[in-house]
Every structure is written in C-alpha cells, then in structure tokens.
C-alpha cells in the first residue's frame, strides 16, 4: 500500500519533480541562475504567456480548447501598435491619427478579441463545430487578416515600430522594482482564482466542463457559459498582445505564434483535464513557469535554442499521458 502511494505520488507530480532537478541542473553549470534578477527576467517573460493560460484555463474547465490565443495575441499586438505609434513616426501607420492615451491601443485590442472569442464561441457552440477544427479555421482566419491588414500602404507589410514613451514603458516600466507586466498578469490570475472559486458563474463553467448534459438539465445555460469563457480567452490573448508588443517595441502578425500549445500544455501540466471540470489557477501558472524556466534556463547554460523543442515536446507528451491516465483511473 505504501509503495503504491509513493508511485501515485511520483506519477502526479513527476513533471515538478523534473522540474526541480532541471533547475538544480542548471544551478551547478551556472550558479548565477539562481538570483533575483533571473526570477524577475523569467516572471516578465512568462507574463504573457499566464494571460494566455489564464483564459485557456477557464476555457478547458468548460470543457473546450481555443486554439486561437497564439494569433489573437498577434492581432492584438499589431492593434495595439498601430495605435500606439508617435505623430512623427517616418512610417506611421494611420497617418493623420494624433497620439492616443495610452489605455485607448489597448482598450481597442481587447475588444477586438471580445468580437473573435465570441465568434469562436458561437461556432462551436451554436453550430457544434469541434472546438479543436473551429480553433484551426479560426486560426487560419486571424492570421490572414492580419497580414492583409499589415499590409496596409504605408506599412506594406514591414513590422510595427516607433511607439510612443508610455506605450513602452507599459512593458519595460516597474513600480518598486516589480514590472507592470507582473503586476498585470498577478491581477489576472486573481480575478480568474475569484470567478473560478467564488462566483456563481465559476460552479457554472465547473459544472459544464464536467457533465454538459447534466448542467443543462440543472438550469445552466451553457451556451452563455461557452459565450463567456471563449470572450474571456480572447480578451486575454489580445492583452497579452499588447504587453508582448509593448515590451519588445515592436509588432507583426507572426508574433506569438504557437503559443496556443505552450498555454494548452501549461493547463494540462498544471491539473487541468482535456475531459473538462478539472483545473486551477495555480497549477496553470505553475506550468507557465516550469514552460518558461525551460527556454530561459538552456538558453542561460548556452546550449541550442532546437533543444527547447525536443523537450517541451516530451513535456507535453508526458503531460497528456498522465492525464488520460488518471482520467481513465478515476472513470
């Protein structure tokens, strides 16, 4: 008995186990990992990518997938960019526009991925698309369109730049040390551990992912459920966008591409279950981190960047597999 429970341990949390010795790993070949400043370059860089695995999250508790976030997150920082450029820019985007506040580049991307999420929710609720297919077609058509759009005269296709001071330091800024885009995606997963835990509409998307026939016959309205986890996804990746395009200084439709799998991943490895009803905020976020720590520690000890395929891919497999196990064992 005992040495079943030691298994069953080793078996849930393997990953984080690995995870570990990863970095102990990594701490021997190059000390200077472990320190304040490594953390705070691996929190930035994971910002983004917890506000995709935020809203995905929710989006697997109700039983789906959004396959859109990565070009949502492309879209919404090519939004935020043309908006957010200086009058005097040699190749400003919309020419006679004047200086935005910046809240305005950013308000506009999130509603913008309102409008897509809420397409994508449609199609897969209403007209019973598979939300893994509604995913890739939406996908492709985000993608399209935001390179026609790019390559609007006088951009013609070159990638976004010369953003006003505010919009940059949105995403180089810090308050006592701590950067906006952490303080942001830790506002995030707060809201997101609230109304998964402390709302009404939480037990609801819980409820759906778990036994959409049973919701329904308990009164839920699971197309307004679907509805609103499909938004909400797509609102976050297009704020991720943002703070991607704000970051960088610069923006074009092929940013944060495939990042749908490292968020897709990020839930599974955190708890979370394909079969629905099952995930966490914490454990999301902790699968961010182990996805980050990851790229940024091989990268840290010098060795190839082709290395960081190889090994989120076995990560991913491994996670799958676990969670069609226990899924399997608890059925």
């Known amino acids: 008995m005992k040495k079943k429970s030691i298994s069953k341990y080793v078996v849930d949390y393997i990953l ?13 070949i190059s000390p200077s990992f472990i320190s304040v400043r490594v953390l705070s370059d691996v929190l ?3 910002a983004p990518k917890i506000l995709l695995a935020m809203g995905m999250l929710v989006v697997i508790i109700a039983g789906g997938m959004d396959m859109t976030v990565g070009r949502l997150a492309g879209l919404g920082a090519v939004i935020s960019g043309t908006l957010a450029q200086q009058a005097a820019y040699y190749l400003k985007f919309w020419v006679s526009l ?23 929710g449609v199609i897969i609720s209403e007209y019973k698309v598979p939300a893994f297919l509604a995913g890739l077609g939406m996908q492709m058509i985000i993608y399209g369109a935001n390179l026609l759009f790019l390559k609007k005269a006088p951009n013609n296709s070159q990638p976004l730049a010369g953003f006003k001071e505010t919009f940059l330091k949105f995403g180089t800024g810090s308050i006592f040390g ?14 997101i551990f609230i109304l998964l835990n402390m709302t009404t509409l939480g037990k609801n998307i819980y409820a759906t992912g778990g036994n959409r026939e049973a919701a329904k016959v308990a009164g839920i309205n699971v197309f307004k459920v679907d509805m609103f986890v499909y938004m909400l996804s797509g609102a976050l990746a297009a704020l991720a966008g943002c703070m991607i395009a704000a970051r960088t200084g610069s923006a ?11 968020a897709i991943a ?3 490895i955190g708890g979370a279950s394909f079969a ?17 720590v990851i790229n940024y520690g091989l990268t840290f000890v010098g060795l190839s960047s082709y290395w960081q395929y190889i090994v989120k891919g076995l990560i991913i ?3 799958v597999a676990l969670d069609m196990r226990k899924y399997a064992s608890n059925k």
Not at 16 to 28: D, E, K, N, T, W
Not at 100 to 119: D, E, K, N, R, T
Request: aromatic share 12%; proline share 5%; hydrophobic share 65%.
């Open 16 to 28: 984080y186990i690995c995870l570990v010795f990863m970095i102990i790993i990594i701490a021997v």
């Open 44 to 46: 930035i860089q994971s």
């Open 98 to 120: 004047p200086e935005l506040p910046i809240w305005i580049p950013i308000a506009v991307s999130i509603i913008v991925g309102l409008v897509m999420g809420a397409i994508t």
């Open 178 to 191: 701590v950067s906006y885009l952490i303080i942001v995606a830790f506002v995030v997963m707060i809201f």
């Open 252 to 262: 074009t439709a092929t940013y944060a591409e495939g990042y749908e799998m490292d």
């Open 266 to 268: 990020s839930c599974i």
């Open 276 to 292: 629905g009803g099952i995930g966490n905020v914490p454990g999301a976020f902790l699968g961010v981190i182990i996805f980050s």
């Open 317 to 319: 497999i491994v996670a």
